[in-house]
Nanobody, 128 residues
Framework: QVQLVESGGGLVQAGDSLRLSCAAS?????????????MGWFRQAPGKEREFVAA????????DYIDSVKGRFTISRDNAKDTVYLQMNTLKPEDTAAYYC????????????????WGQGTQVTVSS
């Protein structure tokens, strides 16, 4: 199985930045390890459904973002460290949520159902 551990969350003020990290270990049942897995970040605010935030493919490092974070958030990956990052700039109170990283073998997907392994999440709270 793939284990994912997120870190980097915290309490910040509007306009601040945070960088989330997600360290991966293990492999899928088919033997895929981090360097061959598409990675995504999702978030869930209290009382709301989990929503897609960003994704990065294992081929070519292609990225995708939800419209509300485009130009502010950047997803990246370091295959040597089995880690995916989410750089979050110009944070807004509406970015407050628990952030989760997840793995998928499906290319360019924003659907949570296509993601197999999930981390425990890290809380991001942005005060106004």
């Amino acid at each position: 199985q793939v284990q994912l551990v997120e870190s980097g969350g915290g309490l910040v003020q509007a306009g601040d930045s945070l960088r989330l990290s997600c360290a991966a270990s293990g492999h899928t049942f088919s033997g895929r390890t981090f360097s061959r897995l598409n990675m995504g970040w999702f978030r869930q605010a209290p009382g709301k459904e989990r929503e897609f935030v960003a994704a990065i493919s294992w081929i070519g490092g292609n990225t995708d973002y939800i419209d509300s974070v485009k130009g502010r958030f950047t997803i990246s990956r370091d295959n040597a460290k089995d880690t995916v990052y989410l750089q979050m700039n110009t944070l807004k109170p509406e970015d407050t949520a628990a952030y989760y990283c997840a793995t998928s073998v499906v290319m360019k997907t924003t659907k949570s159902a296509d993601y197999t392994y999930w981390g425990q999440g890290t809380q991001v709270t942005v005060s106004s």
